[in-house]
């Protein structure tokens, strides 16, 4: 663990009026409704924004439009100010070069000075329950992890417990977001400046400190444009199922899962093109659906593999691949097998399993050990590390961490040598997918 000090730079207050005008955009970007092709949505609103909430631990999540300049709702009209002194960022996990792996960054809110190591331990808690889950579990090799400690000038949050509470929070959170009690949502703005404290930020946590149950999801289209990560989810420190809120909005940043949930009275999926996530298709013969690798097999969630009608919020039309998942309600705890491989392709879209010291850029001369490193995968996972040279593999190679192209029957200039590794884990079907979960370094030998 290592612990730097970033020198904070306080914001001026004219920094809201921009903030306001990112929210206009952001309703400029999607002025189609809440939810495509209800039939009862009107026009949203000036300055809103989506966000997905979650009634109660167990329950099915919901989508909601809400102001998105006022995330607090009890605090209309009152610009949250800067921290009063400056967060540390702390190293939780480094696996490795951020331009290699998922940063996920963790930041606290309603968190005073004093509070911190409060902070910090919850912010361990909620990551080992979510690093159970798989594939989050064999894959956390391909994360780095980084804590911001936002502090706050008062201990908790606004609308903990009751609307009418107001507290002055790094962060802006707020429960009772436009008037719904377990809608926890919080500065956006805020967010953005604190996680560009960190080296790299693609997925962003807040942990909200208070007992009470709650949390949103802001997916990447509903973020301000120009935010650097993929997505925010806010999770309250003290309820021991929160991290599952966490654990299904990364299903959507990074497994681009849509929701398997469906609303009464939303009827029929109202569109003829197949959708885009992996886990919904318009099939209702399995053998059809974009799952069929998997149909038939006995799953994670307790169902077997097939096609069950609803989600995306239809109840008819549309078929998700088992009963249950982690997508459709938080009673569940897991990820369908459709979903933990939709997963694992977003981890390696975003992540490296294979990277070296050495840099493949300039040519390397024929002496110099290549060393490569393996992200730290484990159970699911099943790397692979294969050598060749000119594209011909030099079998006895495999595996090596370190080889210089001489040994590897290197002889004269210009030849070149490239270590690939592919994971082949059980846990991936789709030959698309597999073919993308592979990578590999090229160096020319001078
Ligand atoms: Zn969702």
């Keep these: 663990m290592s612990e730097v000090a970033v020198p904070f730079r306080a914001r001026p207050h004219h920094r809201w009026a921009r903030t306001a005008a990112l929210a206009l955009a952001v309703v400029a970007a999607w002025a189609g409704g809440a939810v495509p092709g209800r039939a009862d949505a009107a026009v949203p609103p000036e300055r809103t924004q989506r966000v997905e909430y979650f009634p109660g631990p167990g329950a099915e999540p919901r989508q909601v439009t809400v102001p998105a300049?006022?995330?607090?709702?009890?605090?209309?009209?009152?610009?949250?100010?800067?921290?009063?002194?400056?967060?540390?960022?702390?190293?939780?996990?480094?696996?490795?070069?951020v331009s290699g792996r998922l940063d996920l960054v963790v930041m606290g809110d309603g968190y005073t000075a004093d509070e911190q190591g409060e902070f910090a331990a919850d912010a361990e808690e909620k990551l080992d329950a979510i690093f159970r889950i798989e594939p989050y579990r064999s894959y956390r090799g391909l994360f780095n992890i980084w804590l911001v400690g936002a502090v706050s000038p008062e201990s908790g949050v606004s609308g903990d417990p009751t609307a009418d509470v107001v507290r002055r929070?790094?962060?802006?959170?707020?429960?009772?977001?436009?008037?719904?009690?377990?809608?926890?949502?919080?500065?956006?703005?805020?967010?953005?400046?604190?996680?560009?404290?960190?080296?790299?930020?693609?997925?962003?946590?807040?942990?909200?400190?208070?007992a009470k149950y709650g949390g949103a999801g802001y997916s990447a289209p509903d973020l301000p444009p120009g935010s650097p990560f993929h997505g925010v989810a806010t999770m309250s420190s003290g309820n021991d199922r929160s991290y599952l809120i966490g654990a299904h909005e990364l299903g959507h940043s990074i497994g681009g899962l849509a929701d398997e949930y469906q609303y009464p009275g939303y009827g029929a999926y109202p569109w003829a093109e197949e959708?885009?996530?992996?886990?919904?298709?318009?099939?209702?013969?399995?053998a059809e659906a974009k799952w069929a690798r998997w149909a038939g097999v006995q799953d994670p969630t307790g169902s077997v593999v097939g096609t069950y009608e609803g989600g995306g919020y239809y109840e008819t039309g549309i078929h998700r691949p088992t009963d249950t998942s982690l997508m459709r309600t938080l009673a569940s705890t897991e990820f369908n097998v459709v979903g933990r491989e939709a997963m694992i392709a977003g981890f390696y879209a975003d992540a490296d399993a294979l990277t070296s010291p050495v840099p493949t850029a300039e040519p390397v001369r024929a002496a110099r050990p290549l060393t490569v490193r393996l992200a730290p995968l484990t159970g699911?996972?099943?790397?692979?590390?294969?050598?060749?040279?000119?594209?011909?593999?030099?079998?006895?190679?495999?595996?090596?961490?370190?080889?210089?192209?001489?040994?590897?029957?290197?002889?004269?200039?210009?030849?070149?040598?490239?270590?690939a590794v592919t994971d082949r884990t059980a846990a991936l079907r789709d030959p698309a997918v597999r073919a993308r979960a592979a990578d590999s370094l090229t160096w020319t030998v001078r």
Excluded: K, M
């Design 169 to 210: 929070s790094a962060l802006g959170s707020s429960f009772f977001c436009d008037g719904i009690e377990r809608l926890l949502c919080v500065d956006t703005g805020a967010v953005t400046r604190y996680a560009a404290l960190a080296p790299d930020a693609d997925i962003v946590f807040v942990v909200a400190h208070s």
């Design 380 to 419: 699911l996972a099943d790397l692979r590390l294969t050598w060749s040279v000119d594209g011909r593999p030099v079998p006895w190679a495999a595996g090596l961490r370190s080889v210089t192209p001489r040994a590897l029957g290197v002889r004269g200039h210009g030849h070149r040598v490239t270590a």
């Design 275 to 286: 959708p885009a996530a992996a886990n919904l298709t318009l099939h209702r013969d399995p």
């Design 69 to 97: 300049d006022a995330p607090a709702a009890g605090t209309a009209g009152r610009a949250p100010g800067p921290a009063p002194s400056g967060p540390a960022v702390r190293r939780f996990q480094r696996t490795g070069p």
